[in-house]
């Protein structure tokens, strides 16, 4: 009787914490059905549809997709624009934040003081450090070219150049690396320091403690920072916007995939076709993600199967 | 024995030794890393603070501080010619320069076929060249055969209406010719004195111009001076070649200029800055709210389907802003909130930021849960536990949340732009990148621009980068 009783208190306790529970994660349950689930199943509707906004709703059926894929030239264009530059920005930034994270690991007196100026860039990104770089990949008033002339090199003409476009926008995602130099620095950290002492006791040297205990220590955080950069990859806008002033010249060099969508959705209001513009987008994020996982246990480390 | 002892000893030391050469060589890369990425920001800095007139001047120069020297320059005719008139006025001299001669310059290997005195009709053979024959351009007698370093030249007087070139310069100037001199290419026409007397005019827009007169009061060295510039000497000194007449200062009124020309309606920086504070900080308002909200209930309730929600959550970082935009514009725009800031703002009230939801989750879970239980038997309501204990340890992962959703508002590009369409209501990044279209060549009003952007967010940094970089750590690792 007396046991029911507690029973029937804990469960009423019970269920008391999950009503509270789901009180509190409420504003995120809101949120997401209406500013994420609504919109993710609405695009899914619209990409079928032909609309303008004003005029009612049309269904298209597969029209769209197909006019994407077969008849729509600043598609392919844009999407090959966007796979250049992830092609190039992700591995070379990956490189360049890991490196730049082994040196800010050292323990010199002024790491703190080398590891923000590292860092601050990447918080700047957007309109303002745009600006700064359009200057400074100016064919003749530009630093760029000015440095590569004192070296003996002609510059190109960068963002005038239909060739050189794409490369400037990269060298200035690299300006950028700070942000994952922090993720990998401390991923760095994190490493136990009885490996490196192991690693001494076998006469390992500095390239062997970093191919065989750093690298495969770090292979984790790469993995989730490999995903993470493509995705954001896939959605450069910004410096393009402001770079070419919103057309993605010169020709269609700069078009890149969220810049071609923003002038279809928002110049041209054909919300539709926009719409199943950026399911695409979503799908061929979804497969590099999916493939990357399902590539990942060849490469990535996970202590805990160490401990099996 | 005691010898293996010392070798072994000696190999320790060369191999510190080599270890403290290794990490020499990496600090100087560092080094020279971090002076390349600092390069665009200082950049941006220092040419804020130029002048107009020297803004696309390279070799570069980072320090915003320029010397006007009286360097005493000289006219130098361009072609050959007589000199018909010298004639004056009250500001200039005009120099008159008849065009009788036509002037053809031919190689050492070049055959003349002319000879001085001989007259000569248009399209007559003057010479053959490697290149092929040369003929006169009109008709003509040749006054003059010249031998010259690399060749010879031939020069004709035309017969037929003389041309006229006209040479303008300051009145001050001294003239090295004399009417009816013939002169050729590269003969200096006017020269500068070498010393002058200083003149500082107060223009009506503040800036200044220096002059350098002669003994009879004529100018013939003029330069305007920005504002912001100290004139070395008095008005009235003699100044000789060389001397450093006056400095140009950091120009701080790039920024007044900046601030004040933003815009198509006569707004200005004011407003954009007003626009994107109240933005702002609504923005952090609403994400600290609902984040920290729906972290204590992730972290500390058990409810049904709470691991698989918090799987939603966080798969919902991996969807592309783009698969939302469309849809939540229409959304937006029937509710009439376009051209409004309530796009830019409700939005975070509920917690769309999964990645601080997240972090702040995360920091939940080091606080350990007999605090909770403390405060339940002492009689607290759960709301009270989270405001009165929970809160007040949290503060750190709070204030990464409420940097990072500074940042992130403060530069935001996409939503303003999607959004906003009335000029009034700009963010200052927004007003930015309209400046850049109307001011595109103004270099230093852009950099000046672009400094009032960026100067917010370094400050934020520098007081805050222990919370940037905290914040990262813990939840882009444990991920």
């Known amino acids: ?308 | 024995m005691a010898e293996n002892k010392n070798s072994k000893s000696s190999f320790w030391e060369g191999k510190k030794l080599q270890e403290s050469i290794m990490s020499g060589i990496l600090y100087i890369v560092a080094l020279l890393g971090a002076v390349v990425f600092m390069i665009p920001l200082v950049w941006m800095v220092t040419s804020s603070l130029k002048p107009a007139i020297e803004i696309m001047k390279l070799p570069p120069k980072w320090i915003p501080i320029y010397d006007v020297r009286y360097e005493p320059a000289r006219v130098v005719s361009k072609g050959a010619g007589v000199v018909a008139k010298i004639e004056k006025n009250s500001e200039q001299t005009l120099i008159y320069i008849e065009k009788p001669l036509e002037r053809h310059e031919f190689s050492a290997g070049a055959e003349i076929k002319v000879k001085k005195g001989k007259k000569i009709a248009m399209g007559d053979l003057l010479a053959i060249t490697a290149d092929g024959e040369k003929t006169a351009d009109s008709d003509g007698k040749v006054v003059k055969i010249e031998k010259t370093a690399t060749g010879k030249v031939v020069l004709i007087k035309q017969s037929g209406e003389y041309v006229y070139d006209k040479v303008a310069m300051a009145r001050g100037m001294v003239i090295k010719v004399a009417q009816g001199e013939t002169i050729f290419p590269d003969k200096i026409i006017a020269d500068m004195p070498k010393t002058g007397k200083l003149k500082f005019i107060e223009n009506k827009d503040k800036t200044k111009t220096v002059m350098v007169l002669d003994e009879e009061g004529y100018m013939f060295f003029k330069r305007d001076l920005p504002r912001g510039s100290v004139a070395n000497f008095k008005d009235e000194t003699v100044v000789k070649s060389g001397d450093k007449i006056a400095t140009m200062l950091p120009q701080f009124f790039n920024y007044v200029d900046a601030w004040q020309t933003a815009g198509t309606k006569g707004e200005n920086f004011t407003k954009y800055t007003l626009n994107t504070l109240l933005i702002t900080i609504l923005n952090i308002l609403g994400t600290i709210i609902s984040s920290t909200l729906v972290a204590y209930g992730f972290a500390r309730f058990k409810f049904p389907a709470r691991d698989g929600l918090f799987m939603i959550m966080i798969s919902t970082m991996m969807i592309p802003a783009q698969v939302t935009m469309i849809p939540t514009f229409i959304v937006f725009q029937k509710l009439g909130w376009i051209d409004s800031f309530l796009p830019l703002i409700v939005p975070s009230f509920f917690a769309t930021s999964a990645f601080n939801i997240f972090l702040i989750r995360q920091f939940f879970m080091t606080i350990p849960y007999e605090l909770d239980e403390a405060a339940k038997i002492d009689g607290c309501t759960y709301f009270q536990t989270f405001t009165m204990i929970l809160m007040p340890l949290i503060k750190p992962a709070l204030a990464t949340v409420a940097i990072f959703s500074f940042v992130y508002s403060w530069n935001d590009f996409l939503t303003p732009l999607i959004y906003l369409n009335d000029s009034t209501k700009y963010t200052l990044a927004l007003g930015l990148q309209t400046f850049t279209t109307m001011y595109g060549s103004y270099f230093n009003l852009m950099m000046a621009a672009s400094t009032i952007l960026l100067l917010p967010i370094l400050l934020v940094f520098f007081f805050g980068q222990r919370f940037f970089i905290e914040g990262v750590a813990t939840s882009g690792l444990k991920g």
């Open chain 1, 1 to 308: 009787m007396a046991e029911n009783v507690k029973n029937y208190k804990k469960l009423n306790m019970t269920k008391i914490e999950a009503k509270w529970g789901y009180i509190f994660i409420s504003p995120w349950i809101i949120g997401t059905s209406v500013f994420i689930l609504f919109p993710v199943i609405a695009s899914f509707i619209l990409a079928f549809c032909s609309w303008d906004i004003v005029s009612p709703v049309q269904f298209v059926g597969f029209g769209n997709f197909i006019e994407i894929f077969t008849k729509d030239t600043n598609f392919w264009v844009s999407l090959w624009n966007t796979f250049y530059y992830t092609l190039f920005s992700v591995p070379l930034g990956i490189i360049g934040s890991i490196i730049v994270a082994l040196l800010m690991n050292q323990k010199w007196k002024t790491v703190r003081l080398l590891r923000t100026i590292y860092y601050l860039p990447s918080v700047t990104a957007g309109v303002a450090s745009s600006i700064i770089w359009m200057w400074l990949f100016n064919p003749y008033s530009g630093l760029i070219n000015y440095f590569l002339g004192q070296l003996g090199i002609q510059g190109p003409m960068w963002l005038a150049s239909e060739t050189w476009a794409k490369p400037a926008f990269i060298i200035m995602s690299l300006w950028g690396v700070g942000g994952n130099m922090i993720i990998y620095l401390a991923g760095l950290q994190g490493i136990p320091r009885q490996l490196y002492e192991a690693a001494d006791i076998d006469g390992a040297g500095s390239f062997d403690k970093f191919r065989y205990v750093t690298l495969p220590m770090l292979t984790p955080v790469i993995f989730f920072n490999l995903i993470l950069s493509i995705v954001w990859s896939f959605q450069v806008f910004t410096q393009a916007y402001v770079m070419t002033g919103g057309t993605g010249s010169p020709g269609r060099s700069t078009l890149f995939y969220v810049l071609y969508l923003y002038q279809v959705a928002f110049k041209y209001h054909k919300m539709g076709y926009a719409s199943a513009l950026a399911l695409v987008l979503f799908a061929i994020i979804l497969i590099f993600t999916l493939i990357q996982f399902k590539f990942s246990k060849n490469w990535v480390y996970y202590e805990s199967e160490m401990k099996k």
